[in-house]
């Protein structure tokens, strides 16, 4: 299909990439508190930042943080990934850059992104044995999220569809035979790919 997921990141990893990403936004340099704001927790934006210096991708001076020449060519990789996104988001979501903020750290595939527009819908809308890879679940509840993870709604998983009833779709999730019923207001937050002909 074209789109690459990586696995889970730790914290400080994804710190840093949304160091890189917010200069980049900011025009390649910002003041310490703005990206303390941006990260939302002080020390880990400060470990993140120190980190990237000591990496060569930033350049400090004072209060001011900047991207090196480096610094640049990796946030602007991010940032390419990052605005794809939410140009395959804005058609589902009020706030895409905002929902792109939780997928840009598992994607790593701008090309294969790109051949996603135009083939990506709500679970909603997949017809009776459709198969569709899941993009990303759009749910701001923790509860319904991690409850739907635990059921194996995850980003990069394979799902079919069995059964579709007025209030609820029957699917099938991954290789194995997992069969859920999804509550069809929330299978329209769950954005699936279709696959490839």
């Keep these: 299909m074209g789109i690459t997921l990586v696995k889970e990141k730790n914290l400080l990893q994804i710190a840093k990439e949304d160091v890189l990403r917010f200069l980049r936004e900011m025009n390649g340099d910002a003041s310490r508190n703005s990206i303390y704001q941006e990260i939302g927790e002080k020390e880990l934006a400060e470990r993140a930042i120190n980190e990237l210096l000591h990496e060569g991708l930033l350049n400090v001076k004072d209060d001011k943080v900047a991207l090196s020449k480096d610094g640049r060519k990796e946030a602007e990789k991010l940032y390419r990934i990052h605005s794809s996104l939410e140009e395959i988001l804005k058609e589902f979501v009020d706030e895409p850059h905002k929902a792109a903020h939780s997928m840009e750290h598992v994607v790593t595939d701008v090309k294969g992104l790109r051949m996603l527009r135009g083939r990506t819908l709500p679970l909603s ?22 409850r739907l993870y635990g059921v194996g709604i995850i980003p990069g998983r394979k799902i079919r569809t069995i059964t579709l009833a007025r209030d609820f779709i029957l699917v099938l999730i991954g290789l194995g035979n997992r069969v859920v019923s999804i509550d069809k207001d929330v299978a329209k937050k769950i954005v699936v790919v279709k696959e490839e002909d």
Excluded at 134 to 146: A, D, M, N, Q, Y
């Design 125 to 146: 809308k997949l017809k009776r044995n459709e198969e569709a890879r899941i993009l990303t679940v759009l749910e701001k509840r923790p509860t319904l999220l991690s």
